[in-house]
């Protein structure tokens, strides 16, 4: 089983930046955090932006590119979020993910075996 906790949200106001943090333990040698996710109200959970450990690829949903960063720490077992210029469209809860059965790629959440709990990011206007 691997574990995801996140850690990071809160409330900032339009045009402000948040870093969500996500660490992994358990089996995270063959399932590594690699991907975020959110939720807005009344939603249903979208992809945002996954990592290729490895190689540091990575994808972004399109409303984020050059707004939002994702990182990887492998040593730590961590993935990261860097989320600048933040509008109240990016008020939502924010998932991890691991664990994506194809591929670190994956913009489908049924892909993905493991989830974190999710944390809460609201952004005023």
């Known amino acids: 089983q691997v574990q995801l906790v996140e850690s990071g949200g809160g409330l900032v106001q339009a045009g402000g930046s948040v870093t969500l943090a996500c660490e992994g333990s358990g089996r995270t040698f063959s399932s590594p955090p690699t991907a975020w996710f959110r939720q807005a109200p009344g939603m249903v959970r979208e992809f945002v932006a996954a990592?290729?450990?490895?190689?540091?690829?990575?994808r972004y949903e399109d409303s984020v590119k050059g707004r939002f960063t994702i990182s990887a720490d492998n040593a730590k077992n961590m993935v990261y979020l860097q989320m600048n210029n933040l509008q109240p469209a990016d008020t939502a809860v924010y998932y991890c993910a691991a664990g994506s059965r194809r591929g670190w790629y994956s913009t489908v959440e049924n892909d993905y075996q493991y989830w974190g709990q999710g944390t809460q990011v609201t952004v005023s206007s």
């Open positions: 990592v290729m450990r490895a190689t540091g690829s990575t």
